[in-house]
């Protein structure tokens, strides 16, 4: 399969409106992008996880690749989502943050996915910071100088 043809797709998959929250807030930060699919769970009692999910996967062609983000880790969400996508260029994110979706939604298509996931988990790690601590530790070696 040539890697160029391949459309490189995205779901966000939350409880709640985090989903489309994150979408908000990455239509602000990059502009829209293409090919990106919300899932937010349990919105009310009419609506199947399943059945929705079943529509997306319905647009995701076989020689597409698709990226899914969670937010939780063994969530119900999550769990969901590995009953019905573990298959051939589906690649499962949980723990999601804004910027890790970002890298992963800017990456260069011509980068092997597992690439482009495995370093923008390594980078957004380095986002989550206390900054309260950050700020004193910077205080102290002021004070010290």
């Given at each position: 399969?040539?890697?160029?043809?391949?459309?490189?797709?995205?779901?966000?998959?939350?409880?709640?409106?985090?989903?489309?929250?994150?979408?908000?807030?990455?239509?602000?930060?990059?502009?829209?992008?293409?090919?990106?699919?919300?899932?937010?769970?349990?919105?009310?009692?009419?609506?199947?996880?399943?059945?929705?999910l079943k529509k997306i996967l319905a647009q995701?062609?076989?020689?597409?690749?698709?990226v899914v983000f969670t937010d939780i880790l063994?969530?119900?969400?999550?769990?969901?989502?590995l009953q019905h996508c573990l298959r051939p260029?589906?690649?499962?994110?949980?723990?999601?943050?804004?910027?890790?979706?970002?890298?992963?939604?800017?990456?260069?298509?011509?980068?092997?996915?597992?690439?482009?996931?495995?370093?923008?988990?390594?980078?957004?790690?380095?986002?989550?910071?206390?900054?309260?601590?950050?700020?004193?530790?910077?205080?102290?070696?002021?004070?010290?100088?």
């Open positions: 399969m040539d890697k160029h043809n391949i459309t490189r797709k995205f779901l966000i998959a939350t409880h709640g409106t985090l989903a489309a929250g994150i979408k908000s807030s990455l239509d602000i930060i990059i502009g829209s992008i293409e090919h990106v699919f919300l899932l937010q769970a349990y919105l009310d009692e009419q609506t199947s996880v399943e059945a929705e995701v062609g076989d020689h597409d690749e698709l063994g969530g119900s969400i999550t769990n969901q989502i260029n589906v690649y499962i994110v949980s723990g999601v943050n804004l910027p890790l979706v970002i890298e992963v939604m800017l990456a260069d298509s011509t980068t092997p996915i597992e690439e482009v996931i495995s370093t923008a988990i390594e980078n957004a790690k380095e986002q989550m910071v206390f900054v309260n601590n950050l700020l004193n530790r910077q205080n102290e070696e002021t004070a010290n100088d």
